[in-house]
Nanobody, 122 residues
Framework: QAQLVESGGGSVQAGGSLRLSCTASGYIYSSRCMGWFRQGPGKERQGVAAIDGDGRTEYADSVQGRFTISQDYAKNILYLQMTSLKPEDTAVYYC????????????????WGQGTQVTVSS
């Protein structure tokens, strides 16, 4: 069973930056395909970014050019570098694993972390 633990969330002012990390342990999916999702207050879960084992990525339109997803295969850590943060980025951010391709569909992922809160103030 895969365990995913997110870290790096916090509070930041608009225009600031944060880097989220997700450490994977236990079962490691051979596809190395992982992603980030988020759920803001009163909103549905939204795909943010995904990366597959070949480094192909997909981003939500709302974060394109501001967020960067990457992973350290040796350490089994997934990252999300977030810059130029906006109040609308406020959400709980979830790490997910087990996809086959970098496509932001929640049903494609088999394992989920508990989430880390990101709050962006104006």
């Amino acid at each position: 069973q895969a365990q995913l633990v997110e870290s790096g969330g916090g509070s930041v002012q608009a225009g600031g930056s944060l880097r989220l990390s997700c450490t994977a342990s236990g079962y490691i999916y051979s596809s190395r395909c992982m992603g980030w999702f988020r759920q803001g207050p009163g909103k549905e879960r939204q795909g943010v970014a995904a990366i597959d084992g070949d480094g192909r990525t997909e981003y939500a339109d709302s974060v394109q050019g501001r967020f960067t997803i990457s992973q350290d295969y040796a350490k089994n850590i997934l990252y999300l570098q977030m810059t130029s943060l906006k109040p609308e980025d406020t959400a709980v951010y979830y790490c997910a694993a087990g996809c086959q391709w970098a496509v932001l569909r929640a049903r494609n992922f088999g394992a989920w972390g508990q989430g880390t809160q990101v709050t962006v103030s104006s």
